[in-house]
Structure formats: C-alpha cells, structure tokens
C-alpha cells in the first residue's frame, strides 16, 4: 500500500508514520540508544494518547490526570509492540491506552471503594438511562421496570446499579445543603461529641462509692475535692495530723477505684484493702 493510500485512511493528524523507528527500535539492543528511540516514539505518538484522554474529560477527572494515565498506557504500548507480527502501531496502542484509562476509572477514580461487579452494574444502568432518555426526548427518569428491560437486568441490579452511581463522587461535609441561603452546610446537621457525658458517667459510677465510706473520710474527700482545702488545713480542722490525712485520702480514693472497676467488670477480682 503506497503512502498515498494510507494517508488517506488516516482520520487524524495525530498518527505519524513510524514504521520504520518501530523497526529499528526492534533490533535495537537494551540501552541507552534503545530508551532514546522508545522516547521518540512516544513523544511522535503523545497526541493521539491525549486525544484519546480528552473522551473521558467530562467524568469528573482532572484533564492532566487523564492525559499522564494515558501517557502511561502509550509507554507500555511502544515498549510491548512487536512491528514482525505485522499490525500496525495505531490498531495496538489505542486498546492500551483505552485499557489503562478504563483501569484508573476503575481503580482509582471512585471516592468510595466499590466492587467491580457493582461499577459494572453501574456503568450498565447509567447507559440505560442516557439511552432512555434520549428515546423519550424528556428529562423524566425512567423507571426501575424501564431500565432493567432496556439493559437485560434483574430489578436488583438495577437498584445496586443505581446506588453505585452517587458513590462516585462523595459529597463534602463543607457542601451547602439544598435550598439552605444561609451557609448551612451538612456537617451542621452532624452531632458531635460531647466530653462531659464521660464525667456524668464517671460521677455516677463513684457516688454509690462514696456513699459507702465512713463519715470521716467523705467529709474529708468533701474538703479535698469539693472544697478544695489543702491537706494541712484539712489536718488542722479535724485535729489529726497531715500526714494521716493523706493516707485517709490515698485508701479512700483506692477503695472507689477497686469497687468501681469491680462493678464494671464483675470478673475481676477487687484488690485487697
């Protein structure tokens, strides 16, 4: 076929003739004259791969994003080609790169982790819709019945398939919500912690505690804690000596913790007084 010819079939500008680099990068041995040559031709082929990204651009993915992984698959192209087999260049690559930027949809580009059977379900129902919808000439969705008919489905995948589509993209906590004019925004909606539930829980564990110590020692915890009396002034107004009053205070504290942890875990044995 003269050259002619082939121009003629060409549909783009994008795919230079190569055929004789191809050749010479097959007999070339590895090394750096071979990796000069391979970056060549995948520099004279670079076009044709961002062409190929430029069909995915209205998925929600970064251009650049798109053009490297398809860079990505152009690399693995030239370097797996075999010219000897006969087929030409153009018929190899463009699964390739179609293939790798399929892949990174799959893989990489779902905010949620989804099995592959679901993003094919997915896939399937999304083209059903489309399909429907531009048959109708409406922008009313069809129903499940409609799509699992147009696309050979079980009502369940349609519903699995349906699902999976707002789990591509997933929605900030930052996002304003619907018909909100006032900046609220989802996280707004969301409870959040509330740290002085663990000290009614800790307060209402100990109480029962308390209640079963002699007298002295809670009115002394009394002093200590709640009046926040030092040791020395506790030993003053009780005529005992500071030091007693430490150790009352130590044995205190050591007896609520043993019998809390006692009634929380009943299989625990309760250190000795």
Not at 193 to 208: F, L
Not at 216 to 234: K, N, V
């Amino acid at each position: 076929m003269s050259a002619t010819c082939a121009g003629a079939r060409r549909r783009h500008d994008d795919t230079p003739d190569t055929a004789a680099d191809f050749a010479r990068l097959a007999a070339t041995p590895e090394g750096p004259e071979r990796e000069a040559l391979a970056e060549k031709l995948v520099e004279a082929w670079l076009p044709m791969a961002h062409r190929l990204a430029r069909r995915y651009r209205n998925r929600g993915e970064n251009l650049e994003d798109l053009e490297q992984v398809a860079a990505l698959g152009l690399v693995k192209a030239v370097d797996r080609y075999d010219p000897q087999r006969g087929g030409a260049f153009q018929p190899y690559a463009i699964p390739t790169i179609v293939g790798e930027l399929k892949r990174y949809f799959r893989d990489c580009a779902w905010d949620l982790h989804v099995p592959r059977r679901v993003q094919e379900l997915r896939n399937r129902v999304r083209a059903a819709v489309q399909d429907l919808a531009a048959a109708e000439g409406t922008d009313r969705s069809p129903t499940v019945s409609q799509v699992a008919q147009a696309a050979d489905m079980s009502e369940e995948d349609v519903l699995t398939g349906m699902e999976a589509i707002d789990s591509f993209r997933s929605l900030s906590l930052d996002a304003e919500l619907a018909g909100a004019d006032d900046g609220y925004s989802l996280a707004d909606t969301l409870g959040r912690p509330e740290t002085r539930y663990d000290t009614v829980i800790a307060r209402e564990s100990v109480k029962p505690c308390l209640n079963r110590l002699p007298e002295r020692e809670q009115h002394i915890l009394y002093l200590r804690f709640f009046r926040d009396m030092t040791q020395a002034s506790i030993a003053e107004e009780l005529g005992i000596s500071q030091m007693h009053v430490s150790r009352l205070i130590s044995r205190s504290c050591a007896r609520i913790r043993n019998q809390v942890e006692t009634e929380t875990h009943p299989d625990r044995i309760p250190a000795p007084a």
